[in-house]
């Protein structure tokens, strides 16, 4: 099984989570807000939790999770973010492609058919939407928009609300729908209240 589409898949995201492990940890030698800190910290934690259960799996199938290397690719373009606001932006957008991502194999009839799979999916899928939630949050008491297009703002433009379901596309397959993780035909997770004091602006 170890030449599977799944076993592909789920290697290639155990790859992703451990070479952002390695780029959280970097960014916590950087200077940033104690919310910020304590974030990376709790990112840190929630991949870790994740990476357990991911590696177990693949061991089951044979795959030698020791022999992993980072992606880097995905180090450089983390380490290129120079200042506070573009590492969030980098950290949110990561974990919006991850949430999408597992939406999209829960979709995927051979990444379902197994029972413990897909409870794996839907286990790894809530871990990354929960953090997307809470980067969200952070970023929005620290007021750091989470989409920018090209250059930083210096004024304050008339913003209309994100449309959080367009952006990046999952890494391995294109979007086939948006299930929830309980099969709905029209899923929306909850979205984390906006903070009393934000800017209207924004």
Do not use: C
């Not at 995927?108 to 980067?135: F, H, S």
């Not at 750091?144 to 379901?165: F, G, L, M, Q, S």
């Amino acid at each position: 099984m170890t030449d599977s589409i799944v076993v592909i898949r789920l290697t290639r995201n155990l790859r992703y989570k451990l070479t952002y492990v390695k780029i959280f940890e970097t960014y916590l030698e950087a200077e940033f807000e104690q919310e910020a800190i304590e974030l990376l910290k709790e990112l840190i934690q929630a991949q870790q939790s994740a990476i357990a259960p991911l590696s177990r799996y693949l061991r089951h199938q044979d795959v030698n999770v020791q022999d992993l290397e980072l992606d880097e690719k995905l180090m450089s373009h983390a380490l290129s973010r120079d200042n506070v606001k573009s590492k969030l932006r980098f950290i949110h957008d990561g974990l919006k492609r991850a949430t999408s991502w597992y939406k999209t194999q829960l979709l995927d009839r051979q990444m379902t058919a197994e029972p413990e799979l897909r409870g794996l999916l839907l286990e790894l899928g809530e871990i990354d939407a929960a953090k997307l939630w809470r980067t969200e949050a952070i970023m929005s008491m620290l007021r750091i928009p989470t989409e920018v297009k090209e250059k930083e703002w210096d004024e304050e433009p008339v913003r209309p609300e994100p449309e959080y379901d367009k952006g990046w596309r999952p890494r391995l397959v294109e979007d086939a729908g948006r299930p929830s993780w309980t099969g709905s035909q029209h899923p929306q997770w909850p979205r984390p209240r906006r903070s009393p004091d934000k800017d209207s602006k924004e």
